[in-house]
C-alpha cells in the first residue's frame, strides 16, 4: 500500500512538471530565436560568397534544431524578419524559405518544411536541398526533397484529393539575369517524405505536374489564390512583339488575366477571365439614376461587379472594345469610333462660306451685268 503511494505521488509530480516543460521549451525557441536573428543579420551583412556561405551554414544548424521541436510548427518567428514563414490555412503545415543572393546575382534557396501527419498526428520535417545549379531549368517529374528546384513560396492552399489533403503553393525563381519566374507546384507527403510535383494541371489537352511562368525581370506578374472565388488568377504573358515569342525573357503582362480552378481532380487553366476587386465588407450602396422623367432617384443595389456592356447594369450599355499595341492608328479611330454618331473627318465647307448665326452656306448674289 505504502509502495502505491509512493508510485502514485511520482507520477503527480511528473505531471506537476509538464507545465514547466513546455514553457522551458518555448523559452528554448525564444532563446533560439534570438540567435538565429543575430545569425541573420550577419548572413545579410556578409560581402562575399564565402562569407555568405559561413554565416548561412551557421543559420541552417541553428535552426535545424529549432524545426526538430514540435512547437516551432506554430511559433511565430517574428524576428526573423528576412525569412518567409508560410503557414497553411490548416494549421497542419509551415514552409521556412529564405534566399541568399550571390556576387554574380544568381540566388540559392533554403527551405524546411514542417507538417503534421493527418493520419497518426506525428510531426515531421524535412529540409528541401536546391540543386539547381545540376538540375533542369523547369523540371517536369515528381521530385524528392534532395532534388528540389529552388524558390521562394509564399502561398499555401490545401485541397483534399482522394481522401487526402495536398498542398499547392504559390512561387517565385530569380531564375536567370534577364528573366524572374512564378510558380505552381504541389507538396504532398508520403510517411516522413517530402514531395514535389503530381500531374493535376491542365492547361488545354496538356497536363502537367507543375507550372512555370518565366518572364522579363523588368516587370512582374500577378499570380495569387483568390480565396472567396477559389481560384489562381494570373496575368497572361505575352512577347513585347511576335519576334521575340520563343524568348521568354521579353514576356511581360498583356493586361489580360487567365485562372485555374480547381474541380476536385485537378488544376484546369480557363483563358481570358475577368480580374474583379475583393468583394467590399458592405452588402449595398446607394446610387443615383435617372428616371424616365430626367429626374434623379436614389436605388440601392447590391456591391458586386457591374458588366459595363449590360444595357441593365446601373450605368452601363457600354460596349468596350480592346485597342492593342499592334492596331494601326486607323484601326485604333475605327475601334474608338464604335457605336458614336458617323461624323465626316474632314468638312469640306468654306468657312468664309458658313452665316455666323446658323453655319449655313450663304447664298452668293450674283451682279447682274449691265448690258449695252
Given at each position: 500500500m505504502y509502495e502505491r503511494f509512493e508510485n502514485m505521488k511520482y507520477i503527480i509530480a511528473l505531471i506537476s512538471l509538464i507545465p514547466l516543460f513546455i514553457s522551458a521549451q518555448g523559452g528554448s525557441i525564444a532563446a533560439f530565436e534570438v540567435e538565429l536573428s543575430s545569425i541573420l543579420e550577419n548572413l545579410r551583412a556578409a560581402k562575399t560568397n564565402s562569407d555568405k556561405e559561413l554565416q548561412n551554414n551557421k543559420f541552417r544548424a541553428k535552426l535545424e534544431k529549432v524545426v526538430s521541436i514540435e512547437e516551432s510548427l506554430s511559433y511565430p518567428f517574428s524576428k526573423l524578419s528576412s525569412v518567409g514563414v508560410i503557414d497553411s490555412p490548416d494549421k497542419k503545415m509551415r514552409i521556412i524559405n529564405w534566399n541568399v543572393e550571390?556576387?554574380?546575382?544568381?540566388?540559392?534557396?533554403?527551405?524546411y518544411v514542417l507538417w503534421r501527419d493527418e493520419k497518426?498526428?506525428?510531426?515531421h520535417f524535412q529540409e528541401l536541398k536546391d540543386i539547381s545549379f545540376g538540375l533542369t531549368m523547369q523540371p517536369s517529374e515528381t521530385i524528392a526533397a534532395d532534388q528540389w528546384y529552388?524558390?521562394?513560396?509564399?502561398?499555401i492552399i490545401p485541397q483534399n484529393r482522394r481522401n487526402k489533403t495536398i498542398y499547392t503553393v504559390l512561387g517565385w525563381d530569380h531564375f536567370t539575369e534577364m528573366s524572374t519566374a512564378k510558380l505552381i507546384d504541389v507538396i504532398y507527403f508520403v510517411g516522413d517524405n517530402?514531395?514535389?510535383?503530381?500531374p493535376i494541371f491542365k492547361s488545354g489537352s496538356v497536363i502537367k505536374r507543375r507550372m512555370f511562368f518565366e518572364h522579363s525581370e523588368k516587370t512582374s506578374m500577378y499570380l495569387n489564390y483568390e480565396t472567396d472565388r477559389e481560384r489562381i488568377m494570373m496575368d497572361h504573358l505575352s512577347p513585347e512583339s511576335p519576334s521575340m515569342a520563343n524568348f521568354r525573357e521579353f514576356y511581360v503582362p498583356d493586361l489580360s488575366y487567365d485562372a485555374m480552378e480547381f474541380d476536385g481532380k485537378r488544376w484546369n487553366l480557363i483563358e481570358d477571365v475577368i480580374g474583379v476587386n475583393p468583394s467590399d465588407e458592405r452588402e449595398k450602396q446607394i446610387v443615383y439614376t435617372k428616371n424616365e422623367n430626367g429626374e434623379l432617384e436614389a436605388k440601392e443595389i447590391k456591391i458586386e461587379w457591374q458588366d459595363p456592356s449590360n444595357p441593365n447594369a446601373p450605368a452601363g450599355g457600354n460596349v468596350h472594345t480592346a485597342v492593342t499595341p499592334d492596331d494601326t492608328l486607323d484601326d485604333k479611330?475605327?475601334?474608338l469610333d464604335q457605336g458614336l454618331p458617323k461624323v465626316s473627318k474632314k468638312d469640306k465647307r468654306d468657312p468664309s462660306q458658313l452665316s455666323i448665326m446658323k453655319g449655313v452656306k450663304r447664298n452668293k448674289r450674283k451682279k447682274r451685268r449691265k448690258r449695252n
Open positions: 550571390q556576387e554574380d546575382y544568381s540566388h540559392k534557396y533554403y527551405c497518426s498526428n506525428d510531426y529552388g524558390a521562394l513560396y509564399y502561398k517530402v514531395k514535389l510535383g503530381m479611330q475605327d475601334i
